[in-house]
């Protein structure tokens, strides 16, 4: 092969990683996000149900997906046997200890479990945990893709940053969605509840914006990094980037958020709706795109250049 | 301790794929999965461009990646230095193929006869009941293991075995009074991808 040869995008991982990597980190977010604010404004511990409601199912369908990509699902707890090593297996521990105390959590909720939640330190500690628990959820995909050396794209510090970030800006947009539906769940909570979400949400979408800049300049550094952030800015994946993830799922969300502004929880905003929505979406999509534009850097020896299916 | 590894004599070597074939006898891989394969790669300029051939299968690394990486202890090392794979407990994440920077690792999504539409070769149904073709499960990753169950005998790698020009040599890395340390000093093989960290157990020769 020529030196100007380029590298393949690998295949071993597809849309069912993706999609993985964008519910498990949406319902942690959503997780992260409902347990901060009932640990600091117990006003708020409304969302504390909501993202519990929301976060348990898309973390659940998540794994799922995550079973579906698997050679042997039926070995799928085998997964747990080496967390001293793999970002695997550490992140089979996370979301076990994450879903055991959800349920814990949802237990105390119920009758007659619920006379357990007069105690409460016990349910401070939980809360607490939970989200440490969705904070790890959040963070190890970053890590998990990060520590493949072979895939420049993948093999940076900024990846960890970008994936946790985006996550709690789609767990919270997952609230969002809920809360314009607050009338249909009953949920009691302070009228400038919106706001105050719309408030780190609009924070929060252009932090993720840098950490985008910074992650594609980053990528570019090596020749193969620089053929993915190329793939994914001018080749087959921009129209995903551009249109998909930056024009809908980043500058709609942020756009939608400027006018919520004043409006109070239990109304159906449809900017608020569509804003959401598509903020999922583009957090769908940025997975998506990264896990993509992965490809493994060519073999360089002897004077050649062997570039490697995509599928090795 | 020993650690085995091989040097391979790319000036030896003559691009005859007997190593490839080999290997897909003895191992009686599926259709499309080749535990040994070589690749080719033109290097220099014309009229001074030649051809290199690069015989390559699962390096063995010292610092294994895809060691670490396997969430299940599927993927393991033997005490010589062997990098294996226990198919049992394979989950079949192909987290391992992901991080090996040589490709040596192949992904089972399906068992196809090898060719289409026709009935099973002579050679596929003598190696579905005898050579251990059952082994060959779906779902799993595979890659060559340096024909472990022939040096369990004390034989040689099935590749070393058949290469027609002895471009292939096999021994204990870690005595360096073996053929292959020898080698190795007097030739100045290489690794390849050094600057990876992964220390490979297979030596080239460079043409």
Wanted: proline content about 6%; overall charge positive.
């Amino acid at each position: 092969m020529g030196s100007n040869a380029k590298p393949n995008l690998q295949r071993s991982w597809s849309w069912k990683i993706a999609t993985y990597l964008f519910l498990a980190g949406t319902g942690s977010g959503c997780m992260f996000a409902g347990s901060l604010a009932n640990l600091s404004n117990s006003d708020l511990s409304g969302i504390m149900r909501l993202a519990m409601w929301l976060g348990i199912p898309l973390v659940v369908i998540g794994v799922l997906f995550l079973m579906w990509d698997l050679g042997q699902p039926s070995r799928f707890m085998n997964t747990l046997l080496k967390p001293n090593s793999s970002w695997i297996s550490r992140g089979s521990w996370i979301l076990t200890c994450l879903l055991i105390l959800t349920f814990a959590l949802f237990g105390l909720w119920i009758w007659p479990f619920n006379l357990l939640s007069n105690v409460p330190v016990a349910v401070t500690a939980l809360e607490v945990l939970i989200a440490i628990f969705a904070f790890g959820t959040m963070l190890y995909t970053g890590p998990l893709l990060a520590a493949s050396k072979p895939i420049p794209f993948w093999n940076t510090s900024m990846l960890p940053a970008l994936f946790a970030v985006s996550a709690i800006v789609a767990g919270l947009e997952g609230i969002d969605l809920l809360l314009t539906l607050n009338g249909l769940l009953q949920v009691n909570l302070p009228p400038q509840t919106l706001a105050i979400i719309g408030h780190y949400v609009a924070i929060l979408i252009p932090v993720e914006m840098v950490l985008v800049v910074l992650y594609l300049w980053g990528a570019s550094q090596t020749p193969t990094g620089r053929f993915s952030s190329k793939t994914v800015l001018f080749g087959g994946l921009a129209a995903q980037f551009w249109v998909g993830y930056v024009v809908l799922g980043l500058l709609v969300p942020l756009l939608a958020v400027t006018f919520r502004f004043g409006f109070v929880a239990g109304q159906t905003i449809p900017s608020i709706t569509l804003g959401s929505a598509l903020g999922l979406l583009g957090s769908f999509l940025l997975r998506l795109i990264i896990v993509s534009a992965g490809a493994k850097r060519p073999i360089m020896t002897f004077g050649g250049l062997i570039v490697l299916p995509g599928d090795m | 301790m020993v650690r085995l590894g091989m040097v391979i004599d790319l000036k030896k070597c003559v691009n005859c794929d007997s190593c490839t074939i080999a290997c897909r006898a003895e191992n009686a891989t599926p259709q499309g999965v080749f535990w040994s394969r070589v690749f080719r790669f033109e290097v220099g300029k014309y009229p001074y461009a030649k051809l290199v051939s690069l015989p390559m299968a699962c390096m063995h690394c010292r610092e294994a990646p895809c060691v670490d990486a396997c969430p299940t202890g599927a993927t393991y090392k033997r005490n010589d230095g062997i990098v294996t794979i226990d198919h049992e407990k394979c989950v079949g994440c192909k987290y391992c193929v992901i991080v090996c920077p040589y490709g040596s690792r192949f992904f089972i999504s399906s068992i196809n006869q090898y060719y289409a539409n026709t009935p099973l070769t002579p050679y596929e149904r003598l190696a579905r009941t005898l050579n251990g073709y059952k082994h060959h499960e779906e779902g799993v990753v595979e890659k060559c293991a340096f024909c472990v169950e022939r040096i369990d005998k004390g034989l040689e790698p099935a590749c070393v075995n058949s290469c027609v020009a002895y471009a292939r040599v096999f021994g204990d890395l870690d005595n360096p009074e073996s053929e292959v340390s020898r080698l190795i000093t007097a030739k100045h093989a290489v690794q390849i991808s050094p600057e990876l960290g992964t220390d490979p157990s297979v030596y080239y020769i460079p043409p």
